[in-house]
């Protein structure tokens, strides 16, 4: 009988981590050992990131949890490598070959079929994802051989630059809306070109105004002890960073973060993140509407004690 692993004492730990994911491992799993790393005691992660693909995959802890939200709703950045001419039952590299056909594209014919899917598109879902149907993933149907129908969504696709390539495998960046599936994406772009295709890779780049080039590996992580991991852990508002900014002073801060309306001389905003008197004591998110701020997400005064401790 093997003995039980000893337990881990947790501790509470809040900040966005930026993870290179790796190849082959869930957006789950990736979370559970950054999570394990960290010894945090509350964490979650933005929007999965499929197995096949690599990339920016951005982890919330503590309080920063309670805008996990925000990246998933933000427009994301692809690099995408497609594989002309062969079609697979998945859309990507994991399926099973269903035809292969010869390719003569030229990059000027592969521009055209990019330009035709830019902008606003409709996407079927793919079976083999992570949407629900009556509280079932489409995968679990589609591993028991089953077709579900799914309805078309609306996606953008903001831009598709051709990075390189030639023959039949091809590189693009991809950038666009929530929602949008590369797999489909490469799928269609081999329909228009009348050869098929499947997506052989995917990285991503970019998740709203976070990028890859501040991520790091597990790896990475895994050498370095606990306070140089700390070290690597964005603020909390990390993830609100493009968003307007609003300074409250102590009084205003309190009813803030009381849930109190307060009418304020503020433009009328979406969206705007919200600060007490000190430089980064960060409060919550809110709205201005009719020139009064209205909280939409707010952290704790206890929260907001243990952000400010750890500046």
Not at 107 to 117: G, I, K, V
Not at 152 to 169: C, K, N, P, Y
Not at 218 to 233: I, M, P, T, V
Request: aromatic content about 4%.
């Amino acid at each position: 009988m093997n003995p039980a692993r000893p337990r881990i004492p947790r501790r509470a730990v809040h900040g966005v981590l930026l993870l290179d994911k790796p190849l082959g491992l869930s957006s789950n799993d990736a979370l559970q050992k950054a999570k394990r790393l960290y010894r945090a005691d509350k964490a979650g992660h933005t929007g999965t990131l499929d197995p096949l693909a690599t990339g920016l995959l951005p982890l919330c802890f503590g309080a920063a949890t309670k805008f996990s939200q925000v990246s998933l709703e933000s427009d994301k950045t692809y690099r995408a490598t497609l594989q002309l001419g062969v079609t697979t039952t998945t859309a990507d590299a994991e399926g099973e070959v269903l035809e292969r056909r010869e390719v003569q594209v030229t990059r000027e014919q592969l521009r055209a079929a990019c330009d035709a899917l830019t902008g606003p598109i409709r996407q079927v879902p793919p079976m083999h994802s992570a949407l629900k149907h009556e509280g079932r993933a489409l995968y679990d149907y589609a591993r028991a051989g089953l077709e579900v129908e799914r309805e078309a969504r609306e996606v953008t696709i903001h831009r598709i630059d051709i990075v390189g390539g030639e023959d039949a495998q091809w590189t693009l960046e991809v950038c666009c809306s929530k929602g949008t599936y590369i797999r489909t994406l490469a799928e269609d772009i081999g329909a228009a070109l009348g050869c098929g295709a499947h997506l052989a890779a995917l990285r991503r780049l970019a998740c709203g105004g976070v990028s890859l080039d501040r991520a790091h590996t597990l790896e990475q992580l895994a050498a370095l002890d606990e306070a140089g991991r700390d070290a690597l852990l964005l603020d909390a508002d990390a993830l609100l960073a493009d968003w307007p900014l609003v300074r409250l002073g102590e009084e205003d801060a309190g009813r803030f973060l009381s849930g109190l309306r307060r009418r304020l001389p503020l433009a009328d905003a979406g969206q705007v993140r919200v600060y007490g008197p000190q430089p980064r004591a960060f409060l919550g998110s809110a709205r201005v509407q009719a020139g009064e701020l209205i909280s939409t997400r707010l952290l704790s005064p206890v929260e907001v004690q243990g952000l400010l401790s750890d500046i």
